[in-house]
């Protein structure tokens, strides 16, 4: 199978470079279509993300040639010139671009690996160039294949079971405090970027009750309101009063003295009777003073700390990473024998057909001068002789389309040589299995008639 796959991504190119050739969903259709006008390719899919763009195509032409029309189509559509691309892009085909595909559905190409966005961003590029008819079957069975490996290596391995951002190494430690989240109370303490992206891990582990305390109450409310309109704001004059009603906070300020001390924490850790009370500091400098950490109850985790658990989780996900990038080899292998065998088959039994029909008329034309012959002989040589010189003529035949097909290259030429393409053939697919092997009982049967 001939799938040809030209792209950047997070290790090839700065960010730079990645936004001046991304492109955006609406514009994707049009640029697909474009694409397939060009004439060089016959099938294709663009991923585009912050991360990566990537063009999966089924080229018309040769790889080389191929491979530059697709660049010139990058630069081209994104008036970039070309000598400000080339440094940076990568060019894959046959089996290493088809494992390429399966290593990123599979989040193993991803910049946080085992991430499972990266998932749901290919399916939605597929659905894209499906509705736009740039899909057919070889990227249609290509990326199938892709979704399937990536739902096997999610489910044998345990790449996406370490948590290995802040928000969400927050969320699996609280899990180790409390038996679940969903009566528990956050409360922020900052309305930043980093605020947010924890509070969106709380929520979507059973959160629901939020209060955000920030030294401009609008910028708290805006926050708040972003999580269902059940969040509050508080001022930073508030926390020492309601600190009691928290059960996780999350402190992220700019701050340069300490918004939560070990007093606040007394007092409210008596209100709470005892029950825990959970904080971590994702601040530089610390938004909690380091002696709440010695009050009983009271269980704070500093970025450091953070940052311990992520490195260990993210060892944890390596060794994980080696199990999937065994199941990707091995269904790269599987994927490539099947499409080999799916792409000649067409082929040869064209080309049997062929042989077939001039083995016969050969036949007949110089059957006088064989002499008499009983029924039983001419039977014999009709069934063994021809069918034998059909089965020796296109083993070695068979075997280089193989090579062939292993290797990309076009039957273009052999189907032109032997005017195949001039032939009617059956297309279901037992005929197209039969087709492959030359070992298998006499398959044309206008040879014994």
Known sequence: MNVLLVGINHTTAPVGVRERL?????????????????????????????????????????????????????????????????????????????????????????????????????????????????????????????????????????????????????????????????????????????????????????????????????????????????????GLDELPARLHEADVVVASTGATTYHITPAMVRAALDRRRYRPLLLFDLSVPRTIAPDVAVLDNAFVF????????????????????????????????AFMTEADRLDIGPTVAALRERLTDICAAEFERHRKRLGPLTPEQEAAMRQFLLEGIVNKTLHPLILGLREAARQGSELVDLRRAFALDSVALKTDTAQDSDAVSTHEEPANQRLYR
């Open 302 to 333: 500093d970025l450091d700390d953070l940052q311990r658990v992520i490195a260990a989780n993210q060892r944890e996900r390596r060794r994980e990473a080696e199990r999937a990038e065994a199941i990707v080899e091995a269904e790269t292998v």
């Open 22 to 234: 991304a492109f955006s969903e609406t514009g994707l259709p049009v640029a697909l279509q474009r694409l397939l006008a060009g004439g060089s390719v016959s099938e294709a899919v663009i991923v585009s993300t912050c991360n990566r763009v990537e063009v999966i195509v089924v080229p018309s032409l040769p790889t080389a040639e191929a491979a530059e029309a697709v660049t010139t189509f990058l630069c081209d559509y994104h008036d970039v010139p070309a000598g400000q691309v080339r440094p940076y892009l990568y060019v894959h085909q046959s089996s290493a671009a088809v494992r390429h595909v399966l290593r990123v559905a599979a989040s193993l190409d991803s910049m946080i690996v085992g991430e499972s966005q990266i998932l749901g961003q290919i399916k939605r590029a597929y659905a894209l160039a499906a509705a736009a008819n740039t899909v057919g079957r070889h990227l249609h069975r290509l990326l199938e294949r892709a979704f399937a490996v990536a739902k096997r290596v999610r489910t044998e391995t345990g790449i996406g079971a370490h948590a290995v951002s802040l928000g969400s190494v927050s969320v699996e430690l609280a899990h180790k405090v409390f038996d679940h989240l969903t009566d528990k109370v956050l409360l922020l303490i900052g309305a930043g970027e980093m605020a947010e992206l924890a509070a969106k891990c709380f929520f979507e582990s059973g959160v629901t009750s939020l209060f955000v305390a920030n030294r401009t109450l609008a910028h708290a409310q805006h926050l708040a309101d972003c999580f269902h309109g059940g969040g509050r704001a508080l």
